[in-house]
């Protein structure tokens, strides 16, 4: 770290201002004796809450109730243009880029109704709230873990789930050194004729994702790094990406494998 600073004091104006405890909303520790380091965004999270009067809620237990897929619905049900819904959603993405993966699916479930959003969507979003309200100090946790994979990626998908045009659902998880560093809940653009085309997108993504933490890392470190590790849990599709083949199995199961 020190011969970084220098190298950067080399080229550019730049003030050591001691350990870092606070950066763009985000509050980090350190903790030298169990090596580990905590990013959360408690203030911000408080600060959202205040800002929409959800502050003393009734805290939810999940951010989107299980099953559920947010559908356009009627259009005599259009929420009115003074409900800050678009400013809500905005505040949850960034929660949930920065430090929440577990917000993930939820707030990309009513970000896609952001244009024209009805009353039940908002219902959506206050829920979202009152399960923030109680995770407020919920973290990510990065350990020294050095004998773990360097660069390991979990993609999944669902198929066909959302009954308004059955496109699926892509899910990613970017790995370095067993902590995560990236995460990506996006709809998919076409729809998938089988789960196999489905879990094939939501891999496509995942390794372009990967891949771009890798020659990071690469950069950073000077040196070059092992193959990613993906993990799927679609036989068919692990077929196809090993073999080339594809056999139908009643049951899928995870497997891993090196890009």
Not at 190 to 196: G, P
Request: some cysteine.
């Amino acid at each position: 770290m020190t011969k970084l600073v220098d190298a950067l004091r080399d080229k550019y104006d730049v003030k050591c201002l001691g350990d870092v405890s606070w950066f763009l909303g985000m509050r980090i520790k350190v903790d030298v004796k169990t090596g580990t380091t905590s990013i959360d965004q408690y203030q911000f999270a408080k600060e959202v809450l205040r800002r929409f009067e959800m502050e003393n809620c009734k805290p939810a237990h999940l951010p989107l109730n299980s099953g559920i897929f947010l559908v356009r619905g009627d259009e005599d049900d259009l929420l009115s243009d003074h409900v800050p819904y678009r400013a809500a959603v905005g505040a949850l993405l960034y929660l949930s880029r920065v430090s929440r993966p577990d917000l993930a699916f939820a707030v990309n479930q009513v970000a896609a109704h952001a244009n024209k959003p009805k009353v039940f969507h908002w219902t959506a979003v206050k829920q979202i709230l009152r399960y923030t309200a109680g995770t407020t100090d919920m973290a990510l946790i990065y350990r020294r873990q050095e004998d773990a994979t360097p660069v390991e990626l979990f993609s999944d998908a669902d198929w066909a789930n959302n009954t308004e045009d059955k496109k699926s659902i892509s899910g990613v998880l970017v790995k370095v050194h067993g902590n995560a560093v990236s995460w990506i809940t996006r709809r998919q653009t076409v729809v998938a004729k089988s789960s196999t085309a489905a879990e094939f997108i939501a891999a496509s993504i995942g390794i372009e994702e990967a891949r771009w933490v890798r020659m990071l890392m690469q950069t950073l470190m000077d040196k070059p790094l092992p193959a990613i590790q993906a993990h799927i849990d679609n036989q068919s599709t692990i077929a196809q990406i090993v073999n080339g083949g594809a056999p139908t199995l009643k049951r899928p199961s995870t497997a891993c494998f090196s890009i």
